[in-house]
């Protein structure tokens, strides 16, 4: 079968909801109910939280991260909780959820999968980074959001793997992904119920002179940290200049480099580096 006409395969399974997209993990359906209730106590986010040692020990490791300082370690799930506080914690908590979807189902997905998740890891990295340093935004709503970004790509690659002509040849599949991964994206958050702010962050994946408004939101984050991942890469040639952006205008971001790379963010390598440890390959199940 042809480039186009997995091209189309793809548009048509979309429109007509043939399209195989995951189901959110009860898991986060809990956490994101349980911590939008007005009346939730540190006992019931704690109990909730509970339900998964590797979600506990995750959120006192981001607790314990750049993201928060350096201020006294914690050691436990309500002292953690506390610190982030319940939206931080519900984002947090969705973050680590999401990872587990990017996990391979099959071996022959793994090399794919990785590839992906480098690019993943390190664009919520740079988003967190980037809205601590220069915006109001939540670093850990960043976070989620510049994971979720390529969050379409994930139905997009199982249905590849149906043609091995295609599937087998990185380029075409980053391009097919490149096609349509917003689409299916905005597609997913939809059928999960997440906000609309979320929804515009996967929906504007390389809109480069996407200009909502003049105040700064959190899609113009997640596109300033993808621009900067590309710096020093081909994928550089493909993007406009950064004083052309008009999400570049509306953070105080100070000086550029020469291969137009984000202040902000050069100085803050080791922060990016720590926050990227936090989020390993999810491993085979």
């Not at 480098?118 to 809205?131: G, P, T």
């Not at 199982?158 to 087998?168: A, C, D, G, S």
């Not at 119920?193 to 200009?211: G, L, P, T």
């Not at 200049?241 to 480099?257: C, D, W």
């Amino acid at each position: 079968m042809s480039e186009k006409s997995i091209f189309l395969q793809i548009y048509r399974d979309l429109e007509s909801g043939k399209l195989d997209i995951p189901i959110l993990p009860d898991l986060a359906t809990k956490i994101r109910e349980t911590l939008r209730d007005p009346a939730v106590t540190i006992n019931d986010a704690t109990k909730i939280i509970g339900v998964d040692p590797s979600l506990t020990a995750y959120l006192i490791k981001i607790a314990n991260s750049p993201l928060y300082g350096r201020l006294v370690p914690v050691a436990n799930p309500q002292s953690a909780i506390i610190r982030l506080g319940y939206v931080s914690t519900r984002n947090i908590s969705m973050t680590y959820v999401l990872r587990s979807m990017f996990r391979p189902k099959v071996r022959k997905l793994k090399p794919v999968m990785q590839n992906l998740w480098i690019k993943v890891s390190q664009l919520a990295a740079l988003s967190a980074v980037l809205a601590k340093r220069v915006s109001k935004i939540d670093s850990e709503l960043a976070l989620t959001a510049g994971m979720m970004q390529d969050i379409g790509a994930l139905p997009i690659i199982t249905k590849l793997i149906q043609y091995p002509e295609v599937f087998n040849q990185p380029m075409e599949v980053e391009r097919i992904i490149d096609q349509y991964s917003n689409k299916v994206g905005a597609l997913m958050l939809h059928k999960w119920n997440f906000h609309e702010d979320m929804v515009e962050v996967v929906r504007s994946r390389k809109d480069w002179m996407r200009d909502k408004s003049p105040t700064p939101d959190l899609a113009d984050i997640v596109l300033l940290a993808r621009l900067h991942s590309y710096v020093g890469t081909p994928k550089m040639r493909e993007c406009p200049p950064l004083y052309k952006i008009p999400a570049f205008h509306k953070f105080n971001l100070g000086e550029t480099g020469p291969e137009e790379s984000l202040a902000a963010l050069e100085e803050a390598k080791e922060d990016v580096e720590a926050i990227k440890q936090l989020l390993p390959m999810p491993s085979m199940s």
